[in-house]
């Protein structure tokens, strides 16, 4: 059974930063790719970065491109997501998502999501 468990969230204040994980678990993740969304009270949920497991193929959100870094370490079957720079609208719950196959912006074609961790981010 796939399980992904976020953790990192917390309280900063504009201009800090925080470092999201995801630890993976109950498969292979090498043919998969691992994505991060973010959902604000009232939105709908949004693509934030992704990496394809094997070959680190990445893509950032225009709105985080530049602030935000999604990584992976095969050995501890964990993804990162470093936020740099944070503003007030990137407060979020942000969720670590995984699909087979290369990875999308399109929340509807991830299989698995973890429980998703909370940032806000104070101005």
């Known amino acids: 059974q796939v399980q992904l468990v976020e953790s990192g969230g917390g309280l900063v204040q504009a201009g800090g930063s925080l470092r999201l994980a995801c630890a993976a678990s109950g498969r292979t993740f090498s043919s998969y790719a691992m994505g991060w969304f973010r959902q604000a009270p009232g939105k709908e949920r949004e693509f934030v970065a992704n990496i394809y497991w094997s070959g680190g193929i990445i893509y950032y959100a225009d709105s985080v491109k530049g602030r935000f870094t999604i990584s992976r370490d095969s050995g501890k079957n964990t993804v990162y997501l470093q936020m740099n720079s944070l503003k007030p609208e990137d407060t979020a719950v942000y969720y670590c998502?995984?699909?087979?196959?290369?990875?999308?912006?399109?929340?509807?074609?991830?299989?698995?999501w973890g429980q998703g961790t909370q940032v806000t981010v104070s101005s």
């Open positions: 998502a995984a699909k087979s196959g290369w990875g999308s912006p399109n929340r509807l074609l991830y299989n698995y």
